[in-house]
């Protein structure tokens, strides 16, 4: 009886509608939420806490004046990192969309924001991941006592090869003038076989292509069932790079030599800071280290349930991002400091970024500690994990706008999987390019122009323009105070009124006149077509957005100043504030009744209540 009541009370007829549904139709799935705050944290932490903490944040403050580079860096980050995170975590909750259809809803006219985005994080998936595979490879010959980049006793090594010298033990010196080490040979000869310029580009590297069909078959399967399958992943993704790098630090902080590289990572030099591009170097890490305008953050924080404190989480998000860079130059500089020692070289020689740090120091100094396979291992798990969370964050960034664009289509039984089953397909074959005999060279230039500080300056500024002077700065406020139950300080607001694209301009513009050409390790020049083919995939994403404007108002109908005017008019389907709720309820409601609203809803009496 109970049920049959239950039936007969349910609004609008729901479940006869449900029961004559036809069983041909299917329903559409909900777009998901994240069950707890902890895997939004977590997803956050894994996407922006990655490589770039461990290779290139510490080599940039020895290179910069050690201490003194915190000062450019702190400034570029309460200016420029913290904000732009906070806008666009804040956007996504706030619109409960993906990186191109917020943008849509938000100002039409700045919806080319999103595709550029998008365009940018395409990219990212095709060559990113590759590091992975390298990782992989690395990791499946660090199970062998010997480790192979310690000795010359190797195929592939060649009569230039010496040993690694080290304090406690004499060798013949030698005075080849070609010689090289053993890890550097591994990591060229074996690992790349790298070719002589990227206008040979050889054949494939079939142990590399497996190395990276492993890592997308794992990226895969950690996205494969949306925020359901991340939010779990995350939890080991997220911490266990954590754990391995608080072993790796541990162990670097008790080996000899260690202070002499510490000393050299925070020894202050202010007099670097008279040099701009310290303050460049320190601009770009914090939009790479914070993985901003990427509409990777938006669309995390589109799963966000919309009362969520985004602006706490935001605000530990970038202290825990920043603290795990700082901290991590410990690990990597006192084991440079050891190999510095041992070796009886300057840190200088031994110092390095990017793969030059995972592939080639690092590995030198493992070789020469005890144990070396085990410290290894877990220093090529660590890489692995570091990457695949900030690439798996990367695809779901992709999946979710292209998805939230057509809801209709994809929000269907399995076939988001197979949608994303297809970006798998398309990134992994773009991917064996990059494994080919030349395909460091393809590498290097997806690295230094597809995804480059330049690109991200770019979206940056059109950002913050669009949500402070289009939108209107206080208008997100507004929403923003709807969401977390109180307003935030000012700061945020006049950041992205003047601070924020004052700072990304003159960056961008000085990018623009200290360019200079790619050279891969300083020597090799790219000929005219690889440089035109680098231009290319950074305008690939800036073009967007002027583009896209100008496809929007030579369609939309009107004098120039209506087609304006309605171009960046936000979407009615936007959530309205408490307040714009009250503001309507007065609007609406009978005559000489308006006085009766309260708190945002109309009372309704006994009689005409059914409970």
């Given at each position: 009886m109970k049920g049959d009541a239950a039936k007969a009370c349910a609004p609008n007829g729901a479940s006869q509608a449900k029961d004559q549904t036809?069983?041909?139709?299917?329903?559409?799935e909900e777009r998901g939420q994240w069950a707890n705050k902890m895997e939004f944290i977590l997803s956050v932490a894994g996407s922006i806490i990655g490589l770039g903490n461990m290779w290139r944040f510490p080599y940039l403050c020895y290179k910069n004046g050690g201490g003194a580079f915190f000062i450019p860096y702190l400034i570029f980050l309460f200016t420029c990192g913290v904000p732009v995170f906070f806008l666009e975590v804040a956007l996504g909750q706030y619109t409960s969309e993906g990186g191109i259809t917020c943008w849509r809803k938000i100002s039409p006219l700045f919806e080319g924001l999103g595709y550029g985005t998008q365009v940018i994080v395409t990219l990212l998936n095709f060559y990113y991941i590759v590091v992975l595979a390298w990782g992989i490879f690395y990791l499946s010959y660090s199970f062998s006592w010997d480790l192979a980049w310690s000795h010359c006793n190797n195929t592939w090594n060649t009569e230039n090869c010496v040993g690694l010298h080290r304090r406690n033990t004499s060798i013949e010196q030698?005075?080849?003038?070609?010689?090289?080490?053993?890890?550097?040979?591994?990591?060229?000869k074996r690992v790349l076989r790298i070719s002589p310029g990227?206008?040979?580009?050889?054949?494939?590297?079939?142990?590399?292509?497996?190395?990276?069909?492993?890592?997308?078959?794992?990226?895969?399967?950690?996205?494969w069932k949306g925020v359901k399958s991340t939010g779990k992943v995350v939890y080991f993704t997220a911490t266990f790079p954590y754990m391995m790098l608080i072993v790796l630090l541990i162990r670097g902080l008790t080996l000899p030599g260690a202070a002499i590289g510490i000393q050299f990572y925070l020894y202050p030099d202010l007099g670097r800071l008279a040099d701009p591009q310290v303050w460049m170097d320190a601009g770009t890490q914090i939009f790479f280290s914070y993985a901003i305008c990427l509409g990777s953050l938006t669309a995390l924080g589109s799963y966000n349930k919309?009362?969520?404190?985004?602006y706490r989480d935001c605000i530990a998000l970038c202290f825990l991002n920043s603290a795990t860079s700082f901290v991590a130059g410990f690990a990597i500089f006192s084991i440079l400091g050891f190999m510095s020692y041992e070796q009886n070289v300057h840190i200088s020689e031994v110092a390095e970024s990017g793969p030059g740090l995972a592939f080639i120091a690092y590995p030198r100094a493992v070789s020469m500690m005890p144990f070396a396979p085990l410290w290894a291992a877990l220093f090529f798990i660590m890489i692995v994990f570091l990457g695949l969370d900030s690439q798996f964050v990367c695809v779901e960034s992709l999946v979710t706008a292209i998805v939230d664009m057509y809801p209709a289509v994809f929000r269907r039984k399995n076939r988001r999987e197979l949608f994303l089953l297809g970006v798998v397909f398309v990134s992994f074959f773009m991917g064996l390019i990059m494994l080919m005999e030349g395909g460091m060279y393809v590498f290097q230039l997806f690295d230094y122009y597809a995804a480059s500080g330049m690109c991200l300056l770019f979206m940056s500024i059109f950002e913050t323009v669009c949500i402070a002077w289009v939108y209107g700065a206080d208008r997100f406020y507004d929403n923003i105070e709807d969401m977390i139950g109180y307003r935030p300080g000012s700061y945020f607001k006049y950041c992205w009124l003047f601070l924020t694209p004052a700072t990304c301009i003159g960056t961008f513009a000085f990018s623009l006149i200290k360019y200079t050409p790619l050279k891969y390790n300083n020597e090799y020049v790219y000929p005219w077509w690889g440089y035109a083919i680098g231009w290319l995939l950074a305008l690939a994403s800036m073009v967007c957005i002027p583009l896209w404007m100008?496809?929007?108002?030579?369609?939309?109908?009107?004098?120039?100043?209506?087609?304006?005017?309605?171009?960046?008019?936000?979407?009615d389907a936007l959530p309205k504030t408490k307040r714009e709720q009250d503001n309507l309820l007065a609007i609406f409601a009978p005559e000489g009744d308006a006085a009766m609203v309260r708190n945002g809803y109309y009372p309704v009496s006994e009689t005409d209540s059914n409970l």
């Open positions: 036809p069983p041909s139709e299917e329903k559409m030698t005075t080849n003038p070609n010689a090289t080490s053993p890890v550097i040979e591994f990591w060229e990227i206008d040979h580009m050889g054949v494939m590297n079939w142990d590399l292509a497996l190395c990276l069909f492993i890592a997308w078959v794992m990226c895969y399967f950690c996205i919309y009362n969520n404190n985004c100008v496809y929007k108002i030579s369609t939309t109908q009107g004098t120039f100043r209506e087609r304006i005017q309605l171009l960046i008019t936000p979407s």
